[in-house]
């Protein structure tokens, strides 16, 4: 990495924790509470505790923080998510968190762009030959779309559907699908954060048929000009492994990775 580019993933990353992080991070209109430096957010299915630093904390300070938020949604027979980050101080946050029952799920890159870049580089690649790529607020496309995950990951997603409808209406949030004949074959959503210069970017999934056509790069190139259009500057993902690499192709910075740790109450 040259000079130029650590100084650029810097300002991006001390962007990311002073606007994402903390209250920045939930979701808007959720029940949420403080206790000491962390957020607690009552989310449907989960809880999820977020924090912009830990700074100060330690030994049994911190084991005491971390058991009040496993035992807040326990007594609500509720999991909770743990939401940490791998520059994040103390560096035994994790051993900690699975001492008190926590278990790690898959760590993720966080990745950055500045909008206006992204859309001079996909320039042209926001159109697919025989892809009908949209924005929808209707409710039948949200059902398809999350037919399409559950195709996709050989689960059930049909909660998607609902949440999709939840998250539109606490958060400007919008919602695409690529569609070959009538079918869909892949969706994403973009997700502007008011008060800040983030939109996040969610989904992408595609059915695997479909995969290497373009279609992921279309729609990280329609969001990236709805971004600008709204007046966002930045795009970030929690990229899984599959998708980091091409993001950062598209040219994405990598400035951290963030590992969800999640307590499961025994019922």
């Excluded at 989310?43 to 100060?56: A, C, D, K, T």
Aim: charge should be negative; charged fraction near 30%; avoid cysteine.
């Amino acid at each position: 990495m040259t000079d130029i580019e650590a100084e650029r993933v810097a300002m991006l990353l001390a962007a990311y924790d002073e606007q994402l992080r903390g209250g920045g991070e939930s979701l808007a209109g959720e029940t949420a509470s403080v206790d000491g430096p962390v957020v607690r957010v009552e989310y449907p299915r989960r809880g999820f505790v977020s924090y912009r630093s830990l700074e100060g904390l330690a030994g049994d300070e911190l084991d005491a923080l971390i058991a009040r938020q496993r035992d807040f949604f326990a007594a609500k027979g509720q999991p909770v998510e743990w939401k940490t980050r791998g520059h994040d101080l103390p560096a035994d946050l994790p051993d900690r968190l699975i001492a008190a029952g926590f278990v790690s799920e898959e760590r993720e890159t966080v990745v950055i762009a500045e909008s206006a870049d992204l859309v001079e580089r996909l320039r042209g690649r926001d159109v697919v030959e025989g892809v009908v790529i949209r924005r929808t607020t209707e409710y039948a496309d949200f059902v398809r779309i999350a037919a399409m995950e559950s195709e996709v990951w050989g689960e059930d997603w049909s909660w998607l559907a609902d949440e999709l409808v939840r998250r539109s209406g606490v958060e400007p949030t919008d919602v695409f699908v690529a569609e070959v004949d009538g079918r869909v074959v892949a969706a994403a959503w973009a997700v502007y954060k008011k008060g800040t210069d983030f939109t996040g970017l969610w989904g992408g999934s595609t059915l695997a048929e479909w995969r290497g056509r373009g279609i992921y790069k279309a729609l990280v190139a329609v969001r990236a000009a709805r971004a600008i259009e709204l007046g966002y500057r930045y795009l970030q993902v929690d990229a899984s492994d599959d998708s980091s690499p091409i993001l950062q192709r598209l040219g994405f910075l990598a400035v951290t990775t963030t590992t969800p740790y999640v307590y499961t109450p025994s019922s």
